[in-house]
């Protein structure tokens, strides 16, 4: 198993170049499963100083330009974050530049607002479901997307899900090959659903569709 930031063929750029020619719904899946990611590293708080553990995957995953891609986006996401930290900005003022700008770089337009940052939990020791929110607008509409740890019981992160932001708020399970599956029933029927289906799966995104 190889580390993909140790692996120096590779650049940032040239990654998030292949990633801008997927379609707008598997750009938004990379951020969100790269958002996700740094949950792991820095285990619910990335504005402490912790010791970041590189992310590692298999050498056939690591064939597939999806994963570089979001390697990549990782990667830019905490390079902005240091520097908006080192500028002395607040908790939602750092997120929010920072979220802005990677979105940016890859295609993606952020709408939503330094203050809405605040609205929802960001990974905190108590809460270890929800990670943070982004919303971008696309040709197809607004999406607004979650990114989900989901280890355990499917009606627990529903209730929380639905509490935390309302019921107009449709999940979609994304798999580790990209593929993901827009549900018709309600959210929490949709999850314990498919939690009993993939009983291994650990990611997870909620998304309100908004037409334009």
Same mark, same amino acid.
């Given at each position: ?26 750009? /938004? #899946?990379?951020?969100?499963? +790269?958002?996700?990611? =740094?949950?792991? @590293?820095?285990?619910? &708080? ?60 890859? /295609? #993606?337009?952020?709408?939503? +607002?330094?203050?809405? =940052?605040?609205? @929802?939990?960001?990974? &905190? ?61 309600? #959210? ?25």
């Amino acid at each position: 198993m190889n580390s993909l930031f140790q692996t120096q063929e590779y650049s940032d750029a040239s990654l998030v170049r292949k990633l801008t020619d997927y379609p707008v719904q598997r750009r /938004g #899946l990379c951020f969100g499963m +790269s958002l996700n990611w =740094l949950r792991s @590293i820095a285990k619910f &708080s990335i504005f402490e100083k912790k010791e970041e553990r590189i992310s590692r995957i298999s050498d056939k995953e690591a064939t597939d330009s999806y994963y570089y891609s979001t390697l990549a986006v990782q990667n830019i996401f905490i390079q902005l974050l240091r520097k908006s930290k080192n500028k002395g900005e607040s908790k939602n003022k750092c997120l929010h530049s920072s979220l802005q700008a990677a979105a940016n770089f890859v /295609g #993606l337009e952020l709408a939503t +607002s330094e203050k809405n =940052l605040s609205r @929802i939990p960001i990974g &905190s020791a108590e809460d270890n479901h929800l990670l943070t929110d982004l919303m971008f607008s696309a040709q197809t509409g607004s999406y607004f997307l979650i990114g989900i740890y989901a280890p355990g019981n499917g009606h627990a992160i529903a209730c929380h899900v639905e509490k935390s932001l309302g019921k107009n708020y449709y999940a979609f399970f994304c798999s580790m090959n990209g593929e993901y599956f827009v549900p018709e029933s309600s #959210l929490g029927t949709w999850i314990n659903q498919h939690l009993r289906c993939f009983p291994g799966t650990e990611k997870f995104f909620v998304a309100e569709l908004t037409a334009q």
